[in-house]
């Protein structure tokens, strides 16, 4: 057992637990932070994907050992709050398309969906359907399509 | 208290015309109506069809609606002081969308909004019974009009109750929004909800609104739980918060099926760090620790002796020898002698209904009571079983049903329900069970294996005779389903002593073309198998073996696909939906080389669905490299219309038609288990090849063709056969003969390492910040 302090969703967290264990983990079982899924275990399902200072990252496979006093993570959460509306503009626009069917992978989806427009935003060019093609995280309800649209939505009001 | 509603007995079954219906306001300290779950069930009318088949006279949804006759009981709708609404849905929400739609039935007719009425998911009520079951795309189609009723019935005795108080007559109240209005002035459903309650439950008769009235009912409306799926909010199984019930993994066999004999390491397994108990059920040796991660590792370190069970040393090849032995023979009718015959014979190989949240449960298992918490479809049988397991009576087991997150027919079991209590009671502690994703596909349920031959004759631009003879490894049944069939087979008109499966099959399977002498048969063989629905029973591939079939016959007698379709169909409907997808898809159209249109129908759940796909085949295409993916041909454009009679909420309809077309590209073209040497070799999500983004088609249509049906049809499961069916059709026109085999890459060279079998579970890497983005 040993102690580990990051940021969590803006917040300076402590948690004592064995070094080895998984962020998803320590979220989910000891802090009690359930957005992020379990899907897989194995960084393929991609339904716990959450950021790590501002990149997506799949806490399912990072040890909380891996982590620094000032590493930010944000889950789902707390991504409204890295903005100043009420929502997040990709949550918005997730509402906007009525995404969700069983809303399981949907935290995963949208964690993911703004770091990919972050990311293509600052190689200065905008989404394009390679990039929505390249999207790893699962849906087994099948909402992909308007996954698709719910991104290219919220791409263009970030 | 206002005056007592009348009580005076009517036909509670009133044609649609009087939409008059009876229900009961209910004794208690706010106003509660309530209405019988099997009002509305009409026995099925025969349609008188050309040729009927049993599938057409009754299917399977008038089947489980008529189930619950002598099981009926109420279903309640409350007023609060706070003037919300509330109501226990006896159904699994799993994310078909039917809590919203639910909840727009009961703002419709009671006259409040959306965001002021709470539908939760009802606990087991074994009273309920049959009713309590939600399968087979029933859900809508049975609970329409009870639920109307009695919201019908609530805002009713509100309005008798706002009269009293107002001094004005019924007929002057306006209700809107959950304020009744009158010449006097006006009060909220709130202020009312005491006032219009009754100390005596009484039976009281009540007026639904008619279709032209509906205002909410057929209106575009976002999920109700939208807000909290975004943030993180909405919990699942795995998200409650239950004391003291720790993170519990199991342990399993290297064979499907096999058993634990003994745990040889307990004592090192018990040092580890986190671990608190472990135990041994059948299923394997499960372990409880402070995190899953800690689970994992301690799963990893145990040293178990396994049986393996009755299925060590099988591989698909002797299972589908079996299958094979078991085909029952076609019977062609005496046709003339220049009568020409298309012969085809298809393998469609297991596959896992595994949905992304994998089998969950909590269990806290006392002395003398239980208590579980987990995603139930047929949560009575779940609640039944566990009682027996435990050796309680069933009032003492207590099951709460969790909002899903998938099911595609694996929660109409409690597999992990049961195992979860077993195990809650071996350890005398709550426990929060979880399985793993290896466990998934590898001892999980499985779509079983199937072949379908089906031999077609025709003469003069006339198909004289269909036949059809599916075999499949047994499909259970375990979860209800059987148990209505039971009570009820005798009672319907379709021939002789049907087993369950067949009973089931020939409810729901029907050839929709006039094609003369037509059969369909089915058989199943061999139950060492978990397996299960998947999403639909037999037709997603019934169906693609028909429409396969049919396009070769098409292409025998020199007619345009579509063409000869229309020339075929019974249903008007059926041709409209074909008609629509071939105009929306420009069927026909000029395209590259290597790019294909395929085209299918499909007729079920009171409701018809057409399909048209084109599949880019192209070198391109096919060969484009994604990391630890299968790409191959890809559906660039999906047009799809459906008639599901009343449309609640079309835009959940469109959601349940997208997600079936997703599953359709997954069954034709990526999607199977191989059975190797007693196991499964599937064990993630880059080794089961689900529909990804890379599979999706970029352009995609649902159209939702016009209805003036009085009543809804099923929705869940609609949209995957003709999907399926279109696919296949264009992949045989891309390559020039028909496949015979789905998925088309089941053969090809494994697209995977497969992961070990002991242990039973993998470890998570550690590099994930190797990958950020």
């Known amino acids: ?65 891996e982590l620094s006093a000032d590493d930010e993570i944000t889950t789902i959460e707390g991504l409204a709050d890295t903005v100043d509306t009420d929502l997040h503009p990709m949550q918005d626009a997730w509402i906007e398309h009525d995404v969700a069917q069983c809303g399981y992978c949907q935290p995963g989806q949208i964690m993911a969906a703004v770091a990919l427009v972050n990311k293509v935003k600052a190689e200065g060019r905008a989404i394009a359907e390679s990039d929505l093609d390249g999207i790893r995280n699962l849906c087994r309800c099948g909402t992909y399509p308007r996954i698709r649209q719910a991104i290219r939505t919220g791409e263009q009001r970030m | 208290m206002t005056d007592m509603p009348p009580t005076e007995h009517l036909d509670s079954r009133s044609g649609p015309s009087r939409r008059s219906f009876m229900g009961y306001v209910i004794a208690g300290a706010t106003l509660a109506t309530g209405a019988e779950m099997t009002l509305g069930s009409e026995p099925a009318e025969a349609v008188i069809p050309t040729v009927p088949g049993p599938a057409e006279i009754l299917d399977l949804n008038d089947l489980l609606t008529l189930a619950a006759a002598p099981t009926a009981n109420l279903i309640t709708v409350k007023i609060g002081t706070d003037g919300r609404a509330s109501f226990a849905l006896p159904r699994a929400e799993v994310g078909q969308g039917i809590i919203t739609s639910s909840t727009m039935m009961i ?34 189609i049975s609970t329409y009009t009870p639920i109307r009723v009695a919201a019908a019935l609530a805002k009713q005795q509100l309005l008798r109750a706002a009269a009293v108080v107002l001094g004005d007559t019924v007929d002057a109240l306006v209700a809107k929004s959950g304020v009744i209005t009158g010449p006097s002035g006006q009060i909220s459903y709130g202020d009312l909800a005491v006032r219009a309650s009754v100390t005596d439950t009484v039976r009281a008769q009540v007026t639904l609104k008619t279709r032209a009235q509906h205002t909410v009912i057929g209106t575009p409306q976002g999920r109700t739980d939208a807000r909290d799926a975004v943030t993180g909010k909405k919990k699942f199984a795995m998200d409650l918060d239950v004391a003291d019930a720790l993170p519990t993994m199991v342990a399993r066999p290297p064979t499907h099926n096999g058993t634990p004999v003994r745990l040889k390491n307990e004592a090192a397994v018990l040092d580890l760090p986190g671990v608190t108990d472990v135990a041994q059920v ?27 069970g009755k299925l060590a040393g099988e591989s698909d090849a002797s299972i589908l020898a079996k299958v094979k032995k078991a085909q ?41 009571s239980a208590e579980i918490w987990a995603s139930l479809k047929s949560p009575v049988v779940a609640q039944e079983e566990i009682a027996g397991e435990l050796g309680l009576p069933v009032s003492k ?21 049961l195992e979860a209590a077993r195990i809650s009671k071996a350890m005398g502690k709550p426990v929060r069970l979880m399985w793993h994703r290896v466990d998934e596909p590898r001892q999980g349920r499985l779509h079983p294996l199937a072949t379908s031959r089906v031999r077609a004759t025709h003469l003069l631009g006339e198909v004289l005779s269909f036949e059809q003879r599916h075999t499949s490894v047994q499909t259970d049944f375990g979860h209800g389903l059987g148990d209505i069939i039971t009570n009820h087979a005798a009672k319907l008109p379709v021939a002789g002593n049907l087993s369950f499966a067949q009973t089931i099959f020939t409810l729901t399977q029907e050839v929709p073309y006039n094609f003369g002498a037509v059969t369909q048969l089915l058989s199943e063989t061999d139950d060492r198998f978990n397996t299960g629905s998947m999403r639909n029973i037999y037709s997603p591939d019934v169906r693609t073996a028909n429409e396969l079939v049919v396009d070769e016959l098409a292409r025998k007698m020199r007619k345009d696909p579509v063409a000869f379709r229309r020339k075929f169909l019974r249903s008007s409907a059926a041709k409209a939906a074909l008609d629509k997808v071939a105009e929306l898809g420009e069927w026909g159209r000029r395209l590259p080389d290597g790019v294909v249109q395929g085209v299918a129908i499909h007729k079920e759940y009171k409701g018809v669905t057409a399909c048209l796909v084109e599949l880019d085949t192209r070198p391109q295409t096919v060969e484009r490299d994604v990391r630890n993916a299968v790409t191959g041909p890809r559906v660039t454009k999906a047009f799809f219309a459906v008639d599901a ?11 349940q038609m997208l997600g079936g077309v997703m599953d359709g590209i997954a069954l034709a073209l990526t999607s199977s288990c191989h059975f190797e040497d007693g196991h499964f070799l599937e064990a993630s999500w880059d080794n089961y090849f689900y529909t990804r983004q890379w599979n999706v088609p970029p352009e995609i249509t649902v159209e939702i063709m016009p209805s003036d049906a009085g009543q809804p049809g099923g929705a869940g499961e609609a949209g995957v056969a003709a999907s399926f069916a279109a696919i296949a059709c264009a992949y045989a026109r891309a390559t020039g003969k028909m496949p015979t085999e789905f998925p088309i890459n089941h053969a090809d060279e494994l697209a995977f390492e497969p992961k070990p079998f002991t242990p039973s579970v993998v470890q998570s890497p550690t590099d994930g910040l190797d990958h950020t983005y």
Not at chain 2, 298 to 304: F, L, S, Y
């Open chain 2, 282 to 308: 059948p299923t394997g040796i499960a372990v409880r620790a402070k995190t899953f991660g800690q689970c994992i590792d301690a799963i990893r370190e145990m040293d178990i002796e396994w049986e393996g």
């Open chain 2, 107 to 140: 703002a419709e007719e009671l006259d409040l909004p959306l965001d002021k009425i709470d539908v939760t998911l009802a606990k087991a009520r074994p009273e309920l019974m049959f009713n309590q079951l939600t399968g087979g795309s029933n859900t809508t």
């Open chain 2, 328 to 368: 029952l023979p076609m019977v062609v009718p005496k046709v003339p002698v220049l009568t020409q015959r298309v012969d085809a014979e298809f393998t469609f190989r297991f596959r896992s209904n595994s949905s992304l949240e994998p089998n969950c449960a909590i269990a806290d298992v006392r002395a003398g």
């Open chain 2, 397 to 417: 087991v207590t099951v709460n049903v969790a909002q899903g997150g998938g099911s595609f027919g694996r929660k109409l079991f409690h597999d992990a329900a």
């Open chain 2, 645 to 655: 009679g009343l449309v609640i909420n079309p835009t959940g309809l469109e959601a």
């Open chain 1, 1 to 65: 057992m040993s102690s580990h302090t990051f940021v969590l969703n803006g917040e300076k967290v402590t948690v004592d637990v064995e070094p080895g264990v998984r962020i998803l983990w320590v979220l989910r079982d000891v802090l009690g932070v359930t957005g992020p899924k379990y899907g897989c275990g194995i960084n393929v399902c991609k339904a716990c994907t959450s950021h790590i200072n501002g990149k997506a990252f799949n806490p399912c496979s990072v040890p909380v050992s």
